[in-house]
């Protein structure tokens, strides 16, 4: 493994773990399956249970497959903290480091097999949503654009979750942020307009991450305006992108001492 590891550059070990942590993500059959049937699952009891008693304005399908996206973007994301959790645990990450691979690419490898993973979990959710109804109008541009901003938010809650794994002392007490960043778009415009919500609810209904992400793929996939949500919901990806890497540096630092 040392021949092989030493010569590669940055971009190379990078590739290496991630690569590796795919390898790892197709064997844990159950982490998969869970993935990727819960937010199929979330879009059937709310479009069928729910939807005929929920008036949105429009078929609820069409209104709901955006924030069903959102929600399997957060949920799949997080786990990140459990894989992250896992390595620090078992002691892998020193044997990396003997063979010269660095904190950087360590990390990064765990974000970019998860951006790869739940992206792949996405597209899978959009078929499904296809086939019960939806019908989205977007241009290939506009699929482009919203295909750009779940990607990015993909990746600052990837960061965000190595943080979380780094700071965790157990795979198990990181799977409880899964619990967290699965809940975060219910209190949004997922699921219902935010205008039937409690007053009090309101602000952070409005200024919260998901919600303008998913105003902006809604927007996005049904021809619809946007304004400036696709802007605010980049903002947020890069404030708690630029927080996130730089808490699993200094975390990933403080940990390996």
Partial sequence: ???????????????????????????????????????LMLMVVFVYFFGGAIDTGTAYVTYVV????????????????????????????????????????????HVAASTLRNLLSTALVVAAALLIGFRPTASPAAWLAAVGLLTAFLVALSWLSTAVGLLARSP????????????????????????TMPDWLHAFSEHQPATPLIESLRGLLLSEPVGNDPWTALAWCGGILIVSVAASTALFRVRNR
């Fill in 66 to 109: 955006p924030g069903i996206l959102v929600l399997c973007a957060a949920f799949g994301a997080a786990t990140t903290a459990i894989g992250v959790s896992e390595d620090m645990k078992t002691g892998i990450v020193d044997r990396f480091r003997s063979l010269g691979v660095g904190g950087t690419a360590i990390l990064a490898g």
């Fill in 1 to 39: 493994m040392s021949e092989t590891l030493a010569p590669l550059g940055p971009f190379g070990r990078m590739a290496t773990m991630t690569g590796r942590r795919i390898r790892i993500s197709v064997r844990n059959v159950d982490a998969v399956i869970t993935s990727m049937a819960l937010p």
């Fill in 172 to 195: 198990e007490a990181a799977g409880g942020f899964t619990f967290f960043m699965s809940f975060l778009p219910y209190p949004s415009s997922a699921f219902v307009p935010i205008d």
